[in-house]
């Protein structure tokens, strides 16, 4: 048994897990949203300590420009949801946030059970629109690499229960090469 596996045992038997628990983000926050997508994101835990710095970046982090992705793709219609409550507006976060969200979302995943920290996180966000819209942001995230393996899909379905968002996950899941499709188009159209 893992180091990591004994202490998320001994912390379930002592019921120590809130105690120990990291999320200072507040309540339907950008930063909240941010973590709970990064948490998504180091589900498969393909990730490299070294990668960090890099999915952090303003300028070139992929964290970021994948949830300004999902917004961008629920404001132009991209996918057919009943998205009408998602804010209008999202602002950057400087890659010192960014780095910090990434590094307290790691460290929880690897000292806490993994669903456990999700749940968490998916309870800090309570609005609605805001629900919506870290949805797509982490369905975003999860598919970035053509691939949503099982602790992906899982996370997404931990999130999904929990804002009660089943019916948005199995409809975006079930239409995810169109929405890709959409998004593609939309995003030459730009280029030209």
């Known amino acids: 048994m893992s180091m990591s596996k004994i202490k998320k045992l001994y912390y379930q038997i ?8 990291i999320n200072p983000y507040q309540e339907d926050s950008l930063e909240s949203m941010m973590y709970t997508c990064s948490l998504v994101m180091l589900a498969d835990k393909k ?8 999915l952090a970046s303003k300028d070139q982090g992929f964290l970021m420009s994948a949830f300004i992705d999902a917004h961008q793709s629920a404001l132009q219609d991209d996918l057919d949801a009943d998205l009408k409550s998602i804010p209008e507006e999202v602002s950057f976060l400087d890659s010192n ?10 460290h929880n995943l690897l000292n ?11 309870q800090k966000i309570l609005e609605k629109g805001k629900q919506k819209l870290c949805l797509l942001g982490a369905i975003r995230v999860a598919a970035c690499d053509l691939e949503i393996v099982s602790s992906e899909n899982l996370f997404l379905d931990i999130l999904a229960r929990e804002w009660s968002l089943e019916t948005l996950l199995t409809s975006v899941m079930g239409n995810l090469a169109a929405w890709e499709k959409t998004r593609t188009s939309r995003l030459m159209e730009r280029i030209k």
């Open 14 to 21: 002592m019921g120590q897990k809130d105690k120990l628990l």
């Open 97 to 106: 946030s960014l780095e910090e969200i990434l590094e307290t979302a790691n």
């Open 112 to 122: 806490l059970p993994r669903e456990y920290v999700v749940q968490k996180a998916a």
């Open 47 to 54: 990730i490299r300590s070294g990668e960090l710095l890099t």
